[in-house]
DNA sequence: TTTTAAAATGCAAACGATTGCGCAACCTTT
DNA sequence: AAAGGTTGCGCAATCGTTTGCATTTTAAAA
């Protein structure tokens, strides 16, 4: 078994003295080509090893079978899990994926883009860099006539396949679970930023506040970048208040996770007398202590709804089109940082004893 | 600005009235093209919006500039941040990555490499699944003359450069650490499959001991799956040993969560009275309370050396090289969870006041 | 002004698979 | 037995770049 010259289509048709072109039919079981045949050529290609090679399918056809994915970093959970969900469904239409980087840099989406172009990939998957204004790029390979699918960080600026989960509703939803629990007060930390995510997530918390009949108080909302530190930084802040809250919603786990460490340095008990509820469901939350409730954002279907969204504007006629956007309900992960009567209840009872 | 037919180095060509062969040479930047006609292609192709394809370039070169890379779950945290630090450096030189997942089936794992090679990757990075334990389809692209590396999960059955850290140097170390902090029965989680990480450990785990005058106790060693439930089982085995261990170091951050987990049920105060430690410093590590103790398995600059060894091997002669195996060394991730001097201090210090 | 070397560009064949069109050979029908 | 249909396969162009080997142009030397 040494290294053999790499065989080809013509090999095979030389052994068995036909021509190229009825090797190819017969590979790709064309109806053109007798059982005979093809029998033959597909033993002969097992026998000499034949490997297609499809790269020169590529050029010919004008596809690739390669679809390019764009997020910000790969290794951070959320996006993990989609390219995972992507890649899982791609698999099995023999599809492959190439993965980049954006780093949340502009300049460096723009540059990946043109990479992705030059790499032939068939389309592209994407979520829009934190500093993305300007969606030229992605315009081009809608122009290009390319599937181009964006979730989680979508825009409306681009008339464009999206995947994204409903926000507004898992805010809404988490907050009504805090009033639920008897929670009053309720802080919620947000972003400042144009991104929508932190938007609707604010809308869904004011909103759940009013339909609820509780009064949404400018102090109780305190922006930020929403990291651990900010977390805590926000969370020290509205422990100077007067009346201090009774929960926070974080749009964010890991501003949540600051929280949490503020106030367990103070001995303040959680969920008892602040419920703490974050957004995202990162892998950590099921790990503190407590367990911090939160909002699970699908990542892994994500991923596999946006993959199937590629594939079907494959399919369709490019003029013919329409854009879809999917909107995936999260789902709540209630955890013991907000379950305040669960808690209230065995305080009472272990008090009774 | 419509959408013109895509415009190729013919096109660039005929605008100028020259040859594609020139126009190849000039954006190839050859010593053989003037200056000046140089100027005039790299002008002529901005001006039309010129798109090399990549394609026919490798068609035509035999090489695509794509490095493939296999790994068991795209979403595992170790994982990602391997692919990371791939694309990292895979990116400064215009090379792109694609990832393909084994789900730790070997039968997956040779379909998937299979679908690598059709896809003309000029080489592949590769994690082994837990069940592979025949490598014929790694031998395979040695045997194309491709570039190999494996990382983390690697095998001495091929020769092959390999990435991976000195699992034993970072069990003795912490285990020494432990030792330092005042712990005298320490346990361990293990893994009983050959996988050799586990093993190192275990090994790392035995020779510190022995150094430090500590004997070995079968009974303090206990193997399991390593998940979280695995060291929730584990940790009450240990508690109901005669002499309950006073330290923990478990093979995988997840069975030491669950250990943690039971520790803090039972209120048995973490560390004076139990010290844990972990390894591969999971992102929820520094969550959980106390924050874990943990080894640092360096997941970006693996991925990272991974693909300069890739490079490396790239640009020499195949019948040269000489297979490198680079053992990183892990970094201690000290944490409140092993730091029972600290802690007996603090402790000290209240009791006084 | 011719000769000669150097510099710049052109020609044409690859790379490997796909496919529209055409041409045999064979079968059916009348 | 001639006309018309099928069936099975071959021819040759094509996808867009690259590159070894000319060939032309330019500049320098004689």
Redesign the interface.
């Known amino acids: 078994?040494e290294?053999k010259a790499k065989v080809t289509i013509h090999d095979i048709a030389e052994k068995l003295n036909i021509t190229a072109s009825t090797v190819s039919r017969a590979l790709n079981n064309s109806p053109r080509i007798s059982e005979t045949t093809k029998k033959a050529v597909l033993k002969a290609a097992k026998q000499m090893n034949y490997?297609?090679?499809?790269?020169?399918a590529?050029?010919r056809n004008g596809k690739?079978?390669?679809i390019g994915v764009i997020v910000p970093?790969?290794?951070?959970?959320f996006f993990?899990?989609v390219?995972?969900g992507i890649?899982?469904v791609a698999?099995t239409l023999?599809y492959?994926?190439?993965?980049?980087?954006s780093y949340d840099s502009y300049e460096k989406e723009v540059q990946t883009i043109e990479?992705?172009?030059?790499?032939?990939v068939d389309g592209i998957i994407a979520s829009i860099g934190k500093n993305t204004e300007d969606f030229e790029h992605f315009k081009k390979a809608q122009?290009?006539?390319m599937p181009l699918v964006l979730f989680d960080r979508t825009t409306d600026a681009l008339e464009v396949s999206q995947v994204m989960i409903d926000d507004y509703w898992g805010a809404y939803k988490i907050v009504e679970h805090l009033i639920e629990q008897g929670c009053r007060r309720i802080a919620h930390f947000t972003n400042p930023k144009k991104v929508s995510v932190f938007k609707e997530r604010l809308r869904g918390y004011t909103d759940a506040l009013k339909n609820n009949g509780l009064p949404y108080e400018e102090e109780l909302v305190v922006p930020s970048n929403l990291q651990l530190e900010d977390g805590r930084a926000s969370m020290e802040q509205l422990l100077q208040l007067k009346e201090v809250p009774d929960a926070v919603f974080s749009a964010s786990d890991f501003a949540a996770?600051g929280a949490m460490q503020v106030l367990?340095e103070r001995s303040i008990k959680i969920p008892e007398q602040v419920a703490l509820a974050g957004f995202s469901n990162d892998?950590?939350t099921?790990?503190?202590?407590p367990p911090l409730t939160t909002v699970d954002q699908l990542?892994?279907p994500m991923g596999k709804m946006a993959a199937e969204l590629f594939f079907q504007q494959l399919k369709t006629d490019p003029n013919k089109y329409i854009p879809q956007k999917t909107v995936l309900k999260p789902e709540l992960v209630i955890r013991k940082s907000s379950l305040k009567k669960e808690a209230q209840l065995i305080a009472a009872t272990t008090a009774q004893k």
């Open positions: 078994m290294i490997q297609p090679n499809n790269i020169a590529a050029l690739s079978n390669i970093t790969a290794d951070r959970a993990a899990s390219v995972r890649e899982e698999n023999d492959k994926v190439i993965i980049s980087q990479a992705l172009f030059r790499a032939r122009q290009k006539g996770m367990k892998p950590f099921s790990f503190s202590d990542s892994i």
